[in-house]
């Protein structure tokens, strides 16, 4: 580190060469981002594969209605909702479910359902008697659309909150990011079929896939990204004598880049993974910004980028 204080140009020539390399994937990025195909939907993994064929009838619906005080949590489990609970016991498959059956002792117990359209957990009060095999059906791996956006490319095809995707291109997917694989491999302006199940249906959609775009999330993402790009920048180059204007400099390039490239992978924040954690991500780094800014401008009263003999040299 010490042979950059006598050699300051030597820092500034490996400071642009990585400077230049770091531009080029953060712009290869860019570019593969806002020009990947999307169906315009977020869709993500179920916490169940036990999907209600027929409804389920509670043994005590009028008190949990009134504890509710709810009309359409007090209805019974119907068809359509995933079986997430059972006793207590979180089951996903059917051999869960007769796990959980056989050990149960008590004539009536609680189970817990995930109503699709609502994207709301409800709890009911049922017996073996009402919970049979023939009421429940295992979908296997799903992608369970939790979002669509209003007027674009799902929505136009007749998909809406709580579908299940169960095949695309009549292929088959293990979870969720694999339905997002499969999505990338589409041509935009061309239409992909999805099959989907709601309330116990087998619907066949064809989606015209879109070019993604530029949403204000990610932009506000890339700009903080490169402000602190700039902010390294002027550093490493201004003042690479100093052993901490250097580390401070590389330190703003690797969080530039970061914060512009992270995004860029769809599964991290679009639609797969999880909506709240690209909101996270975004706001987070939106505060970023400016704290940096006010550390930046704070430290001028408490730091010195000077030294005393490059002082002594300019007079």
Known sequence: MTYFNQHPNSFRILFGILLAYVSAIVGISFYRFVSMPTDENLFANPPSNLYLTKAIPGSDR?????????????????????????????????HDLEFELNRIEQAAFPIKVLRL??????????????????????????AMVTSVTEGGA??????????????INGKRFENALDADRILKQGQIGKALAYEVVRENNVLTLHVTIAAFGVPISFLVLTLCGLSYLGLGTFLGLKRPRLIAARL????????????????????????????KSGRSLSVGNGFGCPRTAFFLYGSRSRYSFAMPGLSAERS
């Open 62 to 94: 009028a008190k949990q209605a009134e504890q509710l005080q709810d009309p359409i949590q007090a209805e019974f489990p119907r068809v359509g909702d995933l079986l997430v609970e059972v006793n207590g016991k979180r089951v996903s498959m059917l």
């Open 117 to 142: 359209t609502t994207q709301k957990y409800l709890t009911y009060q049922t017996s073996k008697e009402a919970v049979q095999a023939e009421a429940v059906r295992d979908l296997g791996p799903t």
């Open 248 to 275: 401070i400099a590389l330190s703003f390039l690797a969080s530039g880049a970061f914060m512009t490239m992270i995004i860029s992978n769809r599964g991290s924040q679009v639609g797969t993974i999880s909506q």
């Open 154 to 167: 799902s929505d136009r095809a007749g998909m809406k909150v709580g579908d299940l995707i169960i095949r």
